[in-house]
């Protein structure tokens, strides 16, 4: 990695972690440059503008989520016709709820700026939304056709279980102090409660 790309990750690194804290309109260009140890020139020869930086921060998860659902893709697909619907889901669910765990501090953003923030918005509806909730939805849909699940309206289902996935991250965003781990068996459990309510 040469020197220009580590400067960018560490401003960008530094950034998120204090937007994260702060909230993206209390944040300064000047703290983040300071917490980086960096000038406040240097974060602008990397960055146009504090927006860019901040869609920077977006960018990474979705080009990271863009990644995952492409590998899913290849290695879920010889077992595909094997693995019952409800299975299925309950991969998918895993592999989601993991990967927002260690996106933890950019999913934070994202939560705590939606209403406000129309950048974070159109991000959040066009690059993270769709590679969530379209995948859930055909398995639903799956899952209905051969009789596994009740016939529901699918979108409205697939919503609902994105909104599950999001629950533990939109009540820690709701609050700065530190709420702790989220128990590991948490998530497990909306899930449990959740497929209880569409199986047949």
């Known amino acids: 990695m040469g020197k220009a790309l580590k400067t960018k990750n560490k401003i960008l690194h530094n950034a998120a972690e204090i937007i994260a804290k702060k909230g993206y309109h209390a944040?300064?260009?000047?703290?983040?440059?300071?917490?980086a140890n960096l000038s406040e020139g240097i974060l602008f020869k990397h960055f146009k503008s504090k927006e860019n930086l901040l869609?920077?921060?977006?960018?990474?998860?979705?080009?990271?989520?863009?990644n995952e659902a492409e590998i899913k893709k290849i290695s879920h697909s010889?077992?595909?016709k094997k693995t019952s619907?409800?299975?299925k889901l309950r991969t998918e669910y895993q592999e989601y709820t993991s990967f927002f765990k260690k996106?933890?501090?950019?999913l934070k953003i994202i939560l705590q700026e939606l209403s406000i923030n129309l950048t974070v918005r159109k991000?959040?509806?066009?690059?993270i939304r769709p590679l969530i909730i379209d995948p859930?939805?055909?398995i639903l849909f799956e899952g209905i056709k051969n009789g596994e699940f009740k016939v529901r309206p699918t979108q409205t289902l697939s919503i609902g279980l994105f909104d599950i996935m999001l629950a533990p991250y939109s009540t820690m965003a709701l609050f700065e102090n530190n709420l702790g781990e989220i128990d590991s068996n948490h998530n497990q459990i909306l899930f449990d409660v959740y497929i209880e309510g569409i199986i047949q």
Not at 103 to 106: D, G, I, Q
């Open 27 to 35: 944040t300064a260009t000047k703290e983040i440059s300071m917490r």
């Open 55 to 66: 869609l920077e921060i977006l960018m990474e998860m979705a080009v990271n989520l863009k």
């Open 78 to 80: 010889a077992d595909d």
């Open 85 to 87: 619907a409800i299975e």
């Open 103 to 106: 996106h933890e501090t950019t």
């Open 123 to 127: 991000y959040f509806e066009e690059d």
């Open 136 to 138: 859930i939805e055909k």
